[in-house]
């Protein structure tokens, strides 16, 4: 996929929800508002935004739940950028009727390493699928928008893995393997997004 910009991506930093609450999803949209960083998700990012000093950012585009919020009002201010372009479309995924339940629960019908959950939707939720269309169409239409730009995507894990994989074209097995085996980005991950314009894949075949 060719990219006019730069791209940078970035995981909010840890929540309880990879600590105390570890066993559970987040919480319903509408509560999103009282998941919060805790002291090292608030180091990670401060320890990112270090990192991004060096990067020559112009534009911060973040999710509007609160924890890629504070995420991204951290790192604005670290490296002086006075505006950030909340966009809905950069939430994580939407678990609908799963949301505040334990996570055995929902990846008993929803397992990660199904083909299936690419497709398949919980009530008043979205599929992978549904997630990684609207990420996608959020790019190119920034893409389209700016040029020559160095451009901060904060978001969250799996919308932000999602993202990766439909900038390098993989196909559906592909990116199962990929999870499998390396994994999504983690809390307060700092990546290039790889596009041809911009950096080549580390690995073609992978």
């Known amino acids: 996929m ?4 730069k791209y940078f991506i970035l995981r909010h930093g ?34 990112a935004a270090k990192k991004l000093k060096k990067t020559g950012i112009n534009l911060i585009f973040s999710s509007d739940f609160f924890r890629t919020r504070q995420t991204a009002e951290i790192v604005a201010k670290e490296i002086d950028i006075n505006k ?11 678990l609908g009727i799963y949301h505040g339940k334990r996570k055995e629960e929902f990846y008993q019908k929803f397992p990660r390493s199904s083909l299936k959950r690419f497709s398949l939707k919980p009530a008043e939720g979205e599929s992978w699928l549904d997630c ?9 239409e920034i893409d389209k928008k700016f040029k020559n730009k160095t ?18 074209k993989r196909s559906l ?4 393997k990929t999870q499998k085996e390396k994994g999504i980005i983690k809390t307060g991950e700092l990546r290039k997004l790889y596009g041809v314009k911009f950096s080549k894949p580390r690995n073609k075949d992978s």
């Open 2 to 5: 060719k990219l006019r910009n």
């Open 14 to 47: 840890q929540t309880i929800y990879q600590t105390k609450k570890k066993k559970f999803t987040y919480p319903s949209l509408n509560k999103n508002t009282a998941v919060k960083l805790t002291n090292k998700g608030e180091k990670q990012i401060k320890a």
């Open 84 to 94: 950030i372009n909340f966009d809905k479309r950069l939430r994580d995924v939407d």
């Open 132 to 140: 990684q269309k609207r990420m996608l169409k959020f790019l190119k």
């Open 151 to 168: 451009i901060l995507i904060v978001s969250h894990g799996d919308p932000l893995w999602l993202l990766e994989e439909a900038v390098r």
């Open 173 to 176: 097995r592909k990116m199962l």
